[in-house]
């Protein structure tokens, strides 16, 4: 069975940094593309980041470019989001996911991944 696992959750101060990672386990075969998305307490969940696994392409919402870095190790299996200058407007429910299925849809498209993680939360005080 399929699972995602994240990690790195927990509290900083604005301003600060943090890392977040997913690893992917029970699959040995090459993700399509992995996601972070995240949801605050009365919105809408965003997409916040995306890595397509073969060509490395990545991509960002416009509220957190050049401030997160999506990434993947070599094995493929982990993916990570490192997240600098954080403001409290950040403060959410991070998930991992997963396209196993080769979704050719928009990166941010909730419904383009089939495997999602269980989520942490992350908390960004003024």
């Known amino acids: 069975q399929v699972q995602l696992v994240e990690s790195g959750g927990g509290s900083v101060q604005a301003g600060g940094s943090h890392r977040l990672s997913c690893v992917v386990s029970?699959?040995?075969?090459?993700?399509?593309?992995m996601g972070w998305f995240r949801q605050a307490p009365g919105k809408e969940r965003e997409g916040v980041a995306a890595?397509?696994?073969?060509?490395?392409?990545?991509y960002y919402a416009d509220s957190v470019k050049g401030r997160f870095t999506i990434s993947q190790d070599n094995a493929e299996n982990t993916c990570f989001l490192q997240m600098d200058s954080l403001t409290p407007e950040d403060t959410a429910m991070y998930y991992c996911?997963?396209?196993?299925?080769?979704?050719?849809?928009?990166?941010?498209?909730?419904?383009?991944?089939?495997?999602w993680g269980q989520g942490t939360q992350v908390t960004v005080s003024s």
């Open positions: 996911a997963a396209d196993t299925d080769v979704h050719p849809g928009q990166w941010a498209t909730g419904s383009d991944y089939n495997i």
């Open positions: 890595i397509y696994t073969l060509s490395r392409l990545t």
């Open positions: 029970g699959y040995n075969r090459r993700t399509y593309k």
